[in-house]
């Protein structure tokens, strides 16, 4: 199977830019989606690929990827989007996911 | 509106089993892959098992292979996890999730259902 390597931790200042990313072998063969989870709470689904967003998801939020590396955008941090962050994909054999380690993003 | 509600968690001793469900509504479940997902306290997101629209593949990962098995009824829109010979490290919050359109990205998660295996 893949791993998927996420930095542990970043921090933005408000209103400011900032980019997580997500590196792995499988991510020159597969897209990646991300997905926010906040304390006590759920994950939800934030972005697929290039830029397939869910509704409700705001347009702060982008992704890119660049072959082994999948980055997720986040232009204008608000407070609210202080949370842990991770990326998914599948493993090398295609037919397994797998996801990152997560990234916990601390808008200061 | 989607809803996905799991059940069937608890505490179990190790090498117990334990069958999760999930009950799916707002949508037209027997045309959707699901997925189930855990989360071990303080944990990031570890990927269980993912089974088609219509139950014809399903896929374990290498650390539950063997011991756990995802299954559907369409017929009652649920989504199972039997989860047999249990150990320690199964402990999390367990996840049921569907696959959005195309397999582009897992859309909805439901709120989990706790699994802690103990003596």
């Known amino acids: 199977s893949s791993e998927l390597t996420q930095d542990p931790a970043v921090s933005v200042a408000l209103g400011q830019t900032v980019k997580i990313t997500c590196r792995g072998d499988s991510l020159k063969f597969y897209s990646a989606s991300w997905y926010q989870q906040k304390p006590g709470q759920a994950p939800i689904f934030v972005i697929y690929?290039?830029?397939h967003r869910p509704s409700g998801i705001p347009g702060r939020f982008s992704a890119s990827t660049s072959g082994d590396t999948v980055s997720l955008t986040i232009t204008g941090a608000q407070a609210e989007d202080e949370a842990d962050y991770y990326c998914?994909?599948?493993?090398?054999?295609?037919?397994?996911?797998?996801f990152g380690s997560g990234t916990t993003v601390t808008v200061l | 509106q989607v809803q996905l509600v799991e059940s069937g968690g608890g505490v179990v001793q190790p090498g117990g089993s334990l069958r999760l469900s999930c009950a799916a509504s707002?949508?037209?479940?027997?045309?959707?892959?699901m997925h189930w997902v855990r989360q071990a306290p303080g944990k990031g997101l570890d990927w269980v098992a993912v089974i088609w629209f219509d139950g014809s593949r399903r896929f374990h990962a290498d650390s539950v292979n063997g011991r756990f098995t995802i299954s559907r009824d369409n017929s009652k829109n649920t989504l199972y996890l039997q989860m047999d010979s249990l150990r320690a490290e199964d402990t999390a919050i367990y996840y049921c999730?569907?696959?959005?359109?195309?397999?582009?990205?897992?859309?909805?998660w439901g709120q989990g259902t706790l699994v802690t295996v103990s003596s």
């Open positions: 690929g290039q830029n």
């Open positions: 707002g949508f037209t479940f027997r045309t959707y892959g």
């Open positions: 998914q994909s599948r493993d090398s054999s295609g037919n397994l996911y797998v």
């Open positions: 999730v569907r696959d959005a359109e195309a397999g582009m990205g897992r859309d909805y």
